[in-house]
């Protein structure tokens, strides 16, 4: 029986391993899901209504499942429409509590506060704790609240935001925080007046954040640029909006065709969100073809090496750090990887070495001389992406490999193993 006939039932246990036999060049078309990043703070975004809120092209993946809970455990409804679409009712939440076993499961639980304390002047969630890729801390985010007029309480681990009626404000955000821009958007918008938002983040998620609030009748001006301009409004309709797609998930296929040297179509891939990566992936010697909606990368030679270094979009993702990586270990040449948005991000590199990789790692700079070839090991996912530049390295490595701990992967890659497959690619999900 070989390996990838073998197939755990769809829920993923939290040990269950994926086993990859690597030599194989991924070649077809694989279907980008919608952007798990984007979805949550749009899920989080019902809060501030008490109509129904259809949200289309959710990604089918452990962290939205989470938020599906926590907001059911705040008093929402949700129904399942049709695959990948929901219908989200907050009516019945009339005041709330993130609760720990929920919040430390993942961060972006945070993102609740926001609009709670708009919509109900009084919101409590628990600190979410760190995690693996930093301390993860959430000052910007009260800052911005305090800003709005919160009074601001910490207490038991938990974070009390209240305000009788938010007031809008002038935020200027010490460095463009993704999370803290999308927690302040989500209680500016119902605050009496205007809110100006200064270094906001300009990643697509928040764009697409902006695009729903407009639907439900708010009044957002300059998402995608670094100042925001939110007039206030007494109260908020539903929305009916499709989920972006994912340009993480998508440029880590991109990043699977020229690691294997294939080619891969990503249906529903944005060009324009994914700029960086396609630039480096072309200065590595692939090729890249656009089309309205989707992209193409193919390889047949060794990657030329590339230095990349992680900044706030439109920068290089730090989400496609530990991809690029992976790509780098086997280029031709010594390339420079610096992570500038969080302080422990580079703990693939030590599985990465297991597999025989040359990196020397100081700080948030990394060095990689890349080799001829991998050759394929059991290795340990730690995180979401450095868990995906494994099994990446695994697609090119000679032999097998097992990623252990998949549940890192199943955060934020939807099927994974099917989608690969579909690819031509010799990998399972293996209970352990
Ligand atoms: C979002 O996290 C994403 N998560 C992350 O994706 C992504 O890596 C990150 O943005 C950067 O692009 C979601 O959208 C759910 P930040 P977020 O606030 O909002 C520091 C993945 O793999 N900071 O932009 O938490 C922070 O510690 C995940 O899908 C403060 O110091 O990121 C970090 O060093 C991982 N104080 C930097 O800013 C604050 O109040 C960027 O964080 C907030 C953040």
């Known amino acids: 029986m070989t390996v990838w006939s073998l197939h755990a039932p769809r829920s993923a246990r939290l040990v269950d391993k994926i086993v990859i036999q690597g030599g194989v060049a991924l070649e077809g078309t694989v279907v980008a899901s919608g952007a798990k990043n984007a979805a949550l703070p749009l899920l989080f975004a019902c809060l501030l209504t008490d109509k129904p809120c259809r949200l289309r092209r959710v990604p089918d993946v452990a962290d939205i499942r989470t938020t599906r809970n926590l907001l059911q455990t705040l008093g929402a409804t949700i129904e399942e429409v049709g695959p990948h679409e929901l219908i989200i009712d907050c009516s019945q939440v009339v005041e709330a509590e993130a609760p720990y076993e929920l919040v430390r499961k993942m961060r972006a639980s945070f993102l609740a506060l926001g609009p709670l304390v708009a919509r109900f002047g009084r919101g409590r969630v628990s600190k979410p704790g760190g995690c693996a ?27 009390e935001a209240v305000s009788k009626r938010l007031q809008g404000g002038h935020f200027i955000m010490e460095m463009p925080s993704v999370g803290a821009t999308e927690n302040v958007m989500l ?19 928040v764009v697409d954040l ?53 080619q891969v179509r990503v249906e529903g891939a944005r060009a324009h969100d994914l700029s960086m990566l396609l630039e480096c992936l072309e200065a590595a010697g692939a090729t890249v073809e656009t089309q309205a909606d989707s992209v193409t990368v193919g390889s047949t030679a060794r990657a030329r090496a590339v230095d ?12 496609l750090q530990a991809q690029w990586m992976a790509l780098m270990t086997l ?102």
């Open 133 to 159: 890729i930093g301390t993860r801390p959430i000052d910007m985010h009260l800052a911005g609240f305090e800003r709005l007029g919160a009074k601001i309480n910490e207490t038991h681990g938990y974070i």
């Open 308 to 319: 990349i270094v992680t900044a706030p979009h439109p920068g290089f993702p730090t989400d």
């Open 210 to 262: 902006a695009a729903a609030l407009s639907k439900m009748g708010a009044n957002i001006q300059g998402a995608g640029s670094s100042i925001i301009e939110i007039e206030g409004v007494d109260s908020l309709g539903g929305y009916d909006h499709e989920v972006i797609p994912d340009r993480i998930e998508a440029g880590t296929y991109l990043i699977g065709a020229a690691i294997t040297r294939g």
């Open 331 to 432: 280029a031709d040449g010594r390339a420079r990887v610096a992570e500038r948005i969080f302080e422990n991000r580079f703990m693939h590199v030590p599985e990465l070495a297991r597999m025989g990789a040359h990196i020397v790692s100081s700080g948030g700079e990394a060095v990689i001389t890349g080799c001829e070839q991998l050759s394929g090991a059991p290795v340990m996912a730690t995180d979401l992406r450095a868990s995906v530049s494994l099994v990446l390295a695994g697609l090119a490595a000679s032999g097998y490999t097992e990623v252990l701990r998949v549940y890192h992967l199943d955060r934020g890659y939807e099927r994974i193993e099917e989608k690969l497959g579909a690819l031509g690619a010799r990998v399972a999900r293996v209970p352990v």
């Open 187 to 205: 209680a500016a918008v119902l605050a009496e007046g205007r809110t100006r938002i200064e270094n906001a983040a300009r990643e697509p998620e």
